[in-house]
């Protein structure tokens, strides 16, 4: 009898696992990149779902190499003036930065350049934005500095918003309080929860105070979907996360 008993135990705990592994065979870790909050970082969008359902999903930022200035000039900088949140100011900028086999040179006019292509322009294409929020993430960013390659200037603690701080507000109060970690929270659980449907134009969603009349709540200016579904989300270029982690689910 316990002979029969083991035989039967081990066909359920072999059936119980060729099931799981055939359940697995259809989940997926999925990424996309792209230019976010008014093309000035690098985002990557990243999702995890089994089949058409969305499981999971984590949204981060690379600031650009622009968001690393040096204190002072010198032979490894190219002094510019340059509009900083509409003003103008001076900045020593590196001049040479290197990622991933590429080469970015600033120049006082045009800015950083991949030879004769723009930084922006660079980053239109996907690959180079995987390429460099990669190298940011993994620490592989260099900054020429007396001929040699210094890879403790532009690191992730440095450059990835998940890391740097970067508009840390709690959001316990105020209209605009939510703060970076807790918008990428919000966006990522609505699409989590709502899918994609709704993410087909940009005049799609408003917010709250302009999109419902008398609109109350933690935030009142919190985005709605065409559906009248809330977001959660409070953050200006909104519409940004929401195209990249739509990349991501549909790659």
Known sequence: ?????????????????????????????KSAYGLVHGKGYVGKATVFVDGDKV?????DEACLPTYIVASEAS????????????????????????????????????????GSTKMLDFF????NCELYFEAVAKNEVSVMIGGK??????????LLKSQNGYWSTNGNIGQSAAGWAINADATCRYVVKNGVDAITAKEDFKQASR?????????????????????????????????????????
């Open 1 to 29: 009898m316990k002979k029969i008993l083991v035989i039967a135990l081990a066909v359920v705990m072999m059936v119980s696992a060729l099931a799981l592994v055939a359940c697995g065979q259809s989940l997926q870790t």
């Open 149 to 158: 390659e210094d890879k403790t200037i532009m690191t992730a603690a440095k």
């Open 75 to 114: 032979a490894d900088t190219v002094t510019a003036t340059v509009l900083d949140h509409g003003n103008e100011v001076q900045k020593h900028f590196y001049k040479t930065v290197r990622f991933g086999g590429v080469e970015m040179v600033y120049d006082a006019t045009n800015g950083y350049q991949v």
């Open 211 to 251: 999109y419902q009349e008398g609109a109350t709540g933690v935030y009142d200016n919190e985005w709605v979907d065409k559906n009248g579904v809330k977001t959660g989300a409070t953050w200006t270029d909104m519409w940004d996360y929401l195209v990249i982690l739509k990349a991501a689910i549909q790659k």
């Open 124 to 127: 239109a294409d996907e690959a």
């Open 55 to 59: 499981l999971d999903a984590s949204l």
